[in-house]
Nanobody, 124 residues
Framework: QVQLVESGGGLVQAGGSLRLSCVAS????????MGWFRQAPGKEREFVGA????????YYADSVKGRFTISRDVARRTVTLQMTSLKPEDTAVYYC?????????????????WGQGTQVTVSS
């Protein structure tokens, strides 16, 4: 089993940056692909981006492509979401998730474990 804990959320002005981190428990972190999702009030949880098990492939939603970057550090069992050029529409609770597949999916059903989420608020 994998436990995930996100951190790094907060309030930022439009155009600013934030870096979210997700630390995984357990020794099997390296066997999982990792993804980030977000959920705004009244909306469904949506895919933001993901990184493959080996860290050699990254995938992004069109809405964040070119602004967000995902990376992973196997030794620290951490996956990071670097967010730049933030917009008010990026406001949401951000969740990290673990997928047993070597190539991550883009749907919530693909993922086996979830963190508790961290709030990101972007003011205009």
């Amino acid at each position: 089993q994998v436990q995930l804990v996100e951190s790094g959320g907060g309030l930022v002005q439009a155009g600013g940056s934030l870096r979210l981190s997700c630390v995984a428990s357990g020794r099997t972190f390296s066997t999982y692909s990792m993804g980030w999702f977000r959920q705004a009030p009244g909306k469904e949880r949506e895919f933001v981006g993901a990184i493959s098990q080996l860290g050699d492939r990254e995938y992004y939603a069109d809405s964040v492509k070119g602004r967000f970057t995902i990376s992973r550090d196997v030794a620290r069992r951490t996956v990071t979401l670097q967010m730049t050029s933030l917009k008010p529409e990026d406001t949401a609770v951000y969740y990290c998730a673990a997928d047993r597949a070597s190539i991550p999916g883009q749907y919530t059903d693909n993922y086996d474990y979830w963190g508790q989420g961290t709030q990101v608020t972007v003011s205009s």
